[in-house]
């Protein structure tokens, strides 16, 4: 069973940074992809960023060039570091951890970012 944790979250203003962390426990394979995704109110869960066990990273268009993912294979970490934050980018933002097709899915509790303008 893989477990996700995140934490950074909290209240910042616009223009200002947070820097999100989730680190992964349990048994995980050595071939995944982890990513960041969030989901304002009445809105549906986008993927924001994602960076494969190689380090092939994808972003959204809305935060390229202000969020940058990376992560630590031996800790088993992801961290999504936000710049220039926008009152658009308040919402929750979920961890992912993707094993599939070998594995499965996995996602953390989530974690409340609110940029106030």
């Known amino acids: 069973q893989v477990q996700l944790v995140e934490s950074g979250g909290g209240l910042v203003q616009a223009g200002g940074s947070l820097r999100l962390s989730c680190a992964a426990s349990?048994?995980?394979?050595?071939?995944?992809?982890m990513g960041w995704y969030r989901q304002a109110p009445g809105e549906q869960r986008e993927l924001v960023a994602g960076i494969t066990s190689g380090g092939i990273t994808n972003y959204a268009d809305s935060v390229k060039g202000r969020f940058t993912i990376s992560r630590d294979n031996a800790k088993r970490t992801v961290h999504l570091q936000m710049n220039s934050l926008k009152p658009e980018d308040t919402a929750v933002y979920y961890c992912?951890?993707?094993?599939?097709?070998?594995?499965?899915?996995?996602w953390g509790q989530g974690t409340q970012v609110t940029v106030s303008s």
């Open positions: 349990g048994s995980i394979l050595s071939i995944n992809t």
């Open positions: 992912n951890l993707d094993e599939r097709p070998w594995g499965s899915s996995s």
